[in-house]
């Protein structure tokens, strides 16, 4: 948490600690005793813990995904559960950016060959983005976000959100699949950004990755993935599978199934993968706008207010 943050929640009269405390504590009921506590993507909140901690009455999220914390939950023990949907956005949306050019321009592999005394020119030529289709799953601030950036770089922008209202899309000139496989077989390009659930878990498998066309407009530009959402939407063994046989010329990820990763994990391995560690929010400009967002709410919350960012369905009417 930024300092300023701190201050917001301390200036409210509250006395914060800030530390580690291992699940293990968790279950065994460590947050008895406080009145609200602002986690990040690494902290597990499920029903086991919440039971635990009946002195709870806010759960903040420092980020946009709330799939660390069990939502149903928290609102049946009557916790407030609120995030901070915006402060990252522009963060990941660069990120993303940097991922898709990295991918085509061979960036990662040309410094591993840099690296290892290797000169290998002829076997970095790359493609452009300009001119190819990048399909975006889900569509969201994010995802509009990307957008904008790829259509000022000469992309056409497709998406597939099965809850967005079509105006949305035909604003930001994305054309709107109803299916999702549809998108693929439309895109060279693709990016992941909708929320992991039960409905979206391995969304990207072996079957819609072989449906990609790898080639637009007469050029065999290949097809490339990446993912800075949330890991799980992918299919890693199968996405590993496809870099092998070339169904997928790159893969960029920013988030994993599991995290950190197992040693020696082939995937990441594979020389046409590069990735990052989970760092979509890990920007000095969006830590501050993330725990001044979140320190604002918390604060609303513990005053018996509602905050515009509660994501728990039992308070939202």
Not at 5 to 24: D, F, P, R, T, W
Not at 52 to 60: P, Q, R
Not at 163 to 191: G, N
Request: glycine letters at 10%; aromatic letters at 4%.
């Amino acid at each position: 948490m930024a300092k300023a943050a701190i201050s917001v929640l301390e200036k409210a009269g509250h006395e914060v600690v800030v530390g580690h405390i291992e699940q293990k504590d968790l279950l065994n009921g460590a947050l008895k005793d406080f009145d609200a506590i602002i986690v990040r993507s690494a902290t597990k909140l499920p029903e086991e813990v919440i039971k635990e901690s009946s002195g709870l009455s806010v759960i903040g999220r420092a980020g946009v995904g709330v799939d660390n914390i069990d939502l149903k939950a928290a609102g049946n023990s009557g916790i407030v559960v609120v995030n901070a949907p915006n402060a990252s956005t522009q963060s990941v949306v660069e990120l993303t950016i940097g991922h898709l050019l990295s991918s085509v321009r061979h960036i990662p592999k040309s410094d591993r060959g840099l690296r290892g005394d290797k000169w290998e020119k002829k076997a970095m030529k790359g493609t452009e983005l300009s001119g190819k289709c990048l399909g975006l799953i889900g569509f969201g601030r994010i995802a509009q976000g990307v957008a904008r950036v790829a259509k000022s770089l000469g992309m056409e922008i497709h998406t597939y959100d099965p809850y967005l209202p079509p105006k949305v899309a035909k604003a930001q000139d994305a054309y709107l699949h109803k299916k999702v496989d549809s998108l693929f077989k439309a895109c060279t390009h693709i990016s992941i950004h909708c929320n992991l659930t039960d409905e979206t878990h391995h969304l990207v498998n072996a079957k819609r990755m072989s449906m990609m066309p790898g080639r637009k407009s007469g050029i065999e530009c290949g097809n490339h993935i990446v993912n800075c959402a949330r890991g799980g939407i992918i299919d890693e063994d199968a996405l590993l599978g496809a870099l092998e046989d070339g169904t997928i010329t790159s893969a960029a990820l920013d988030v994993f199934e599991v995290e950190p990763l197992p040693a020696n994990y082939k995937l990441v391995q594979h020389q046409n993968f590069h990735g990052t560690p989970h760092i979509g929010a890990a920007t000095l400009e969006a830590q501050h706008r993330v725990g001044l967002d979140i320190a604002k709410a918390v604060n609303l919350a513990l005053a018996g207010k509602k905050p515009d960012t509660i994501v728990n369905a039992q308070f939202l009417n």
